[in-house]
């Protein structure tokens, strides 16, 4: 006897009563059904597509070294449902540790924000520009990500050095990278570095 293949009409992501995403209204209902075996309530559709989840750091800005002059930049990924919005802050501390935030780019000619959409569905990404560095862009910025469900942040320290020779080898055991001057990708500043970190 010929024996029939079972196939979900649904195609489309749900949100689960237990706050779980599932890759169908199918799944949902496999899963609320070993939940009433285990004496557990049934589950039920919150609603279609991926359950709401506030922001996460996917990546985060890093650290750099570079010299007066240079072009830098920070990039930073969030993911979130809904999609988050990400906004560039610079910390800027205060003698006893009291901190403020200035909202970039806000009236620096040297500074470009963008945002963009992606690489990941939910996903976004923003690059804070400088160009040309000057000591006074030296400093703690912050990724600030936030969506209905919650927010996230993540921090990086650009430091700013008048010559290369001043920006040190290592950095806790590991390499540091500088960015090029005139690319956007990263070089190793002391040929003795190892490939890898």
């Known amino acids: 006897a010929a024996s029939g293949v079972c196939v979900c009409k649904s195609r489309y992501p749900v949100c689960g009563s237990d706050g779980l995403t ?8 496999a899963a609320s059904l070993r939940a009433q075996s285990r004496g557990q309530r049934a589950l039920a559709q919150r609603s279609k597509g991926p359950c709401e989840q506030g922001p996460s750091i996917v990546t985060p800005p890093k650290d750099i070294w570079n010299v ?89 320290k650009i430091t700013v050095v008048d010559a290369l020779h001043e920006i040190p080898i290592t950095k806790g055991g590991c390499c540091l990278k500088v960015q090029n001057f005139f690319c956007s990708h990263w070089v190793f500043i002391h040929t003795s570095c190892p490939a890898i970190c």
């Open 68 to 156: 007066t002059g240079a072009q830098i930049y920070l990039s930073c990924e969030v993911l979130g449902i809904p999609t988050p919005v990400l906004i560039w802050n610079k910390i800027i501390r205060g003698q006893y540790g009291v901190q403020r935030m200035e909202l970039l780019p806000g009236d620096r000619e040297n500074l470009a924000i963008q945002t963009r959409g992606g690489p990941e569905k939910h996903e976004v990404t923003g690059w804070v520009l400088i160009s040309p560095l000057s000591k006074d862009d030296a400093g703690e910025y912050e990724c600030h990500a936030s969506n209905s469900k919650g927010e996230a942040t993540a921090s990086a």
């Open 22 to 29: 599932y890759a169908s209204a199918c799944q949902l209902r």
